[in-house]
């Protein structure tokens, strides 16, 4: 079963709120991904957790924190967001963080924030 | 630096024809080479990749794409479109770190009845 779920599909939030978005896979990959998608454009990479330890940090502001609880789950915490935060939120996991492991994706989390 | 590049913005085709979505790229050492679909308000699809050996690979839903080293060159192919091809393409190459996708700025593929 290649599934990444992604909670809440939908997520509109206020400036001052403290929110998270959460992703999760049972197919055992080692490295997972968020990624912050605009209308029409690529995604962006956010950040790269492998073996459960973050790896990369695509110099993502700190209102965005990242949490690795364990294998099969990933959280995005969100504090003090700005508008031109709005996007869709993508989580992806590939068997391991190497050249020639293909990611997949979940269906993502639009986020608005007002 | 790796890049991707794909030329197009839009693709218009007829449905049974066949269909061509260009893609170039630009990576130190040897390519790792990624083609995704996104359908709308979905996330991406894998689709097909290219690591190594031959150069035609085949992926999902009849597409498949092919290596060119000299040209350096990974467009993606389909023998006969349909209607719900209709969607954005992603190329993408992964760099020498092996953690980061280096995607291409899409390509909409419109698929007309």
């Not at chain 1, 700190?62 to 915490?77: M, T």
């Not at chain 1, 709005?86 to 590939?94: G, Q, R, V």
Request: proline share 6%; charged share 20%; with cysteine.
């Amino acid at each position: 079963d290649t599934e990444v779920t992604q909670t809440p599909k939908h997520l509109v939030m206020g400036m001052t709120n403290k929110k998270s978005l959460k992703c999760e896979q049972h197919m055992g990959h080692r490295a997972m991904y968020w990624y912050k998608q605009k209308a029409k454009k690529p995604p962006e990479l956010m950040f790269v957790y492998s073996y459960e330890k973050l790896s990369i940090n695509e110099s993502v502001p700190s209102r965005f924190s990242p949490e690795c609880p364990n294998s099969s789950l990933l959280n995005l915490h969100l504090h003090a967001l700005q508008p031109e935060d709005s996007a869709l939120y993508l989580c992806a996991s590939s068997q391991e963080a190497s050249r020639s492991y293909e990611q997949y994706f979940g269906p993502g989390t639009r986020l608005t924030v007002t | 630096a790796q890049s991707v590049a794909q030329p197009e913005d839009q693709v218009n085709v007829a449905e049974g024809n066949p269909l061509t979505v260009k893609c170039t790229y630009s990576v130190s050492g040897n390519p790792y080479l990624f083609w995704y679909v996104q359908y709308p308000n979905r996330g991406l699809q894998f689709l097909l990749k290219y690591i190594t050996g031959d150069n035609l690979v085949k992926g999902s839903y009849g597409f498949e794409a092919e290596f060119n080293k000299s040209q350096t060159s990974f467009h993606l192919k389909k023998p006969s479109a349909l209607v719900s091809d209709s969607a954005l393409y992603f190329c993408a190459v992964r760099d020498m770190r092996g953690s980061t996708l280096t995607f291409g700025k899409g390509t909409m593929l419109l698929v007309s009845p």
